[in-house]
């Protein structure tokens, strides 16, 4: 396969060259045109569904920019109001047509014409939108997305004052990694503290996005939202019993890993006890890593590691700064949390991050870097429907890529004992994140199972469930309360509800890859490209094995994956 990051925005054909989405009185000619056009032939079909596919594309990254404006820049009013005018005054009104438009695919006469193997999973996503879509449920959704980005809101304001010196949460965490305990202990606590300080205001709009939720499952004839979701996000491949097997796999077969890290890590510390505020430090007289000082740093070295694991990779991350589709830095007003935006049009996607100098931060990097490379490998597929793949594939990319990328991490590290904690701290991190998954998951399951549970309830819920998950050698003595919204943290729960197991079921497929890996390098270079080339073309277990892989969540399987693991940090 020739590949090549010069990636093209799309060509028009369908709207005006220098169209852009302003309000919806410009945009509904052209959809009244694909709703109106007949179709009397399979050619006039495949030239309909590429007109759709364009006005999909151009709103699409329409709605990507409004939003990733505003996560840039929190305080700025006009940023949010470009957003939530989109929500509220454009998004409502595309719905009800592209329901028209799903229908006239399915019924048309051509459609059982078209080739099976390359539409089958788009047109099973079209039945299901058709069975989910409720008219009374639009502007519930719109409330939705406009009400989700409170959060980042919210959080986006929350500083802490160290040294002196105002720090942002995501700055002040560098602060644990500082071998001065006492120091560590205050930032912990500062940081919790400050969290507190909103707990009501989140648990708010916890409980008012769950309302809605709620509603909008039983308006579609479902018990729950989980049930709704279920159907909503594709999970066509496993269902929520997979998920409690998973669960289940976790306790049996990582915790009794993750105890064993944390020991470790007492042991090295000298500590009669290990707190919450010293998982990350490390021994007086080693020093914190400082793999990167500022974000154009951070991005030349990525580029340098992409390049020595395949010249294509660090070829995207150029062209996506020539473009200047990053914002890597963490600061003041900007929204918590990274995320790789792909865009539908121009192809070369956005990354949005909050680095502040520390390892975590290179992990971040070369994660959505994996997203950013399975942008660029699926733009050039004809719909922009079948660039819509799983998000059970797309956090294989990016974790795959953290995998990979570890080999070649000398670009961040010139002394080589350096390199090794890194390596050690990213095979600890793939182990110790799966109770976490587990907690986050479990939760969900329960709070939309019980969408009228009152706040106390949420709480003594999410205490059991995260002591259910917890290895004895961390001692949370004293610091309930934190504990009690621990949860608060996970933008997930609020901005994309239920997107969490996929980073539990994309972390095996990861390993699975970097044990094909360290078989041999280019078979897994290249089964990776394979399936992230596909997009969403095929289903979930086709994706895995064209990536090599199995789709399995069995609990064998997973402690399979879990020793290959642990024998690899052992080597270190």
Known sequence: MQLSADIQKLPRNF????????????????????????????????????DISEVEAVVSEDACWRQIKMTCDTTDKSLEESFTFFMMEIQPKVLPYVDILNKKLINSSFTQQLPQEKFFTYLRSV???IDLFREENIPLQAELSVMQQQYGSIAGKMTVEVNNQEYTLQQASKFLHNHNRSLREDVYKKIFTRRLEDKDAMHNLYSQLIAKRHQIAINAGFENYRDYKFVEMGRFDYSKEDCFNFHEAVK??????????????????NLDTLKPWDTEAEPLGVEPLKPFTTGKDLLKKSEICFEQLNPFFAACLKKMDELQHFDLESRKGKAPGGYNCPLAESGAPFIFMNAAGQMDDVTTMVHEGGHAIHSFLSHNLELSAFKEYPMEIAEVASMAMELFSMEYWQSFFDK??????????????V??????????????????????????????????????????????????????????????????????????????????LWMQFKNNKQTAINNYINALSLGGTKTLPELYAAAGLKFNLSPNYIKTLMEFVRDEMEKL
């Open 15 to 50: 709207l005006p060259k220098n169209f852009t989405v302003t309000t919806w009185e410009t945009l509904e000619p052209y959809f009244k045109n694909l709703v109106e056009r007949e179709i009397n032939s399979v050619d006039d079909l495949h030239v309909w569904l590429k």
């Open 127 to 129: 039945k299901k939108n």
């Open 252 to 269: 049996l077969h990582v915790l009794p890993l993750v105890e064993k890290i944390y020991q470790q890590k007492k042991q090295k510390l």
């Open 416 to 429: 080589e004992d350096d390199l090794k904690r890194a390596k050690e701290h990213q095979l600890e991190r």
């Open 431 to 512: 182990i110790t994140i799966f109770p976490w998954i587990a907690i986050i998951d479990k939760f969900q399951h329960w709070v939309y199972e019980n969408p009228t549970h009152s706040v106390e309830e949420r709480t003594t819920k999410w205490l059991e469930i995260t002591t259910e998950f917890s290895v004895k050698t961390i001692d949370f003595t004293g610091l309930e309360e934190f504990r009690k919204i621990s949860w608060q943290r996970q933008l997930h729960l609020f901005e994309v509800p239920f997107y969490y197991i996929e980073y539990g079921i994309a972390q095996l497929g990861a390993i699975g």
